[in-house]
């Protein structure tokens, strides 16, 4: 998680070096960067610009400028991960995320299916937004998603009450959309619920260390504003293991594949009902984030109770669950109170 008071502590899934002071020197490109080197040429074709360090014929702006390798931007690596990273589109100056996948994979047919021009004027659809799909030149297996740019759900972290009455407003109402149009996501977990941050940031941030600010002159933290005054919205991403049944029609599924190893009836050879997986994966969710941790969110006890029902029969839909938190949001007294840590997250 992102410390947006000390620009020492890297975001989780960014830059492994340290920050303002103490950075490494990274003039050398990373093994897991180099692949989109060779892929700049053509995403800039289509109206997307990779960071500096990852352009052809790149040297580390610090040795013709002087400065500190640690207030040049082009000194923080690309977070880890080989399939995916942030750019720049062109046209606007948005900042976004590419993702490399296999060209018309499950994940990219559910997300397109799921912002189609009907869908995706739905105020209650929290699918992520897709804005481009692209094929490679050189192969036609490989393709390029395009979304926003987006923050994890809990970062910067939850401060008050309101802010997680909101999350769970929203979150619960994109999963009872999602499910209305057949569509089980199957792995409703921390890391694939996203949120929409742009509005916390007005100077903006840096791709890699959230902290910064886009040029790496200095922290985030003077110019961030709370969640609760910015406003954000949260959205799921990642369909690789989804399902797809006819609204009303669910069909049973078999495997175990998702982050959340609790879910009680999750077999390979014995089916069940995907829909159900993601009620119960939810209430999880919320009991891990925000119950366990928070001693000023037991309003939320009655809902995971019922969302994480050992026997799928009995546990609620998602439209259930949502219909069951807005009765249960009604009564929620002072909404603006600061989070209390509960002693297990405070470690007494």
Same mark, same amino acid.
């Given at each position: 998680?992102?410390?947006? /008071?000390n ?25 897991? #960067? ?12 289509k ?11 790149w040297?580390p ?40 996948i !296999? ?18 004027e ?12 692209? #094929?490679?030149?050189?192969? &036609?297996?490989? &393709? ?14 939850? #401060?008050?009450?309101?802010?997680i ?5 929203q979150?619960? /109402? ?14 409703? &977990?921390? &890391?694939?619920?996203m949120?929409?941050? +742009? +509005? ?7 791709? +890699?260390?959230n ?14 504003i !709370?969640?609760s ?8 991403v990642?369909y690789?293991? !989804? ?13 175990? #594949?998702g982050?959340? /190893?609790?879910?009680?009836?999750l ?8 829909f ?30 019922e ?10 839909? @998602? ?6 938190w807005?009765?249960?949001r @009604? ?13 297990? @997250?405070?470690?007494?």
């Amino acid at each position: 998680m992102t410390n947006y /008071e000390n620009t020492k502590s890297p975001h989780a899934h960014a830059s492994p070096t340290e920050g303002p002071e103490g950075t490494a020197d990274n003039s050398t490109l990373l093994l897991h #960067e180099f692949p989109w080197l060779g892929r700049q040429p053509f995403l800039e074709s289509k109206g997307y610009m990779l960071r500096p360090r990852l352009r052809p014929g790149w040297t580390p702006s610090w040795i013709s400028n002087g400065k500190d390798p640690a207030l040049c931007e082009d000194n923080y690596p690309s977070p880890m991960r080989i399939l995916v990273t942030d750019a720049t589109r062109i046209a606007d100056g948005k900042l976004v995320c590419i993702k490399k996948i !296999s060209t018309g994979n499950k994940e990219s047919n559910t997300a397109l299916l799921l912002r189609s021009k009907q869908r995706r004027e739905d105020p209650r659809n929290h699918s992520v937004p897709i804005l481009d799909v692209l #094929e490679d030149p050189d192969d &036609s297996a490989v &393709s390029y998603m395009v979304m926003p740019f987006f923050h994890p759900m809990d970062d910067p972290p939850f #401060e008050s009450v309101d802010e997680i009455v909101d999350f769970v407003d929203q979150v619960l /109402e994109g999963l009872a959309f999602m499910h209305e149009q057949g569509v089980a996501h199957r792995d409703c &977990s921390p &890391s694939n619920i996203m949120m929409d941050a +742009a +509005a916390m940031f007005p100077c903006g941030f840096h791709p +890699a260390l959230n902290g910064l600010l886009p040029d790496a002159s200095g922290p985030v933290a003077p110019t961030m504003i !709370s969640r609760s005054k910015a406003g954000v919205r949260y959205y799921f991403v990642d369909y690789d293991i !989804s399902s797809r049944n006819a609204p009303g029609h669910p069909e049973e599924v078999t495997g175990t #594949e998702g982050r959340d /190893e609790e879910v009680p009836e999750l077999a390979e050879d014995v089916a069940y009902n995907p829909f159900k997986v993601d009620v119960f994966s939810m209430g999880n969710l919320l009991k891990h984030e925000f119950h366990e941790r928070f001693s000023n969110v037991d309003f939320l006890a009655p809902l995971l109770n019922e969302m994480m029902i050992e026997d799928p029969m009995h546990r609620p839909t @998602a439209e259930e669950a949502l219909r069951q938190w807005r009765s249960i949001r @009604a009564d929620v007294a002072d909404t603006n109170a600061p989070l209390t840590r509960g002693q297990e @997250a405070s470690g007494e």
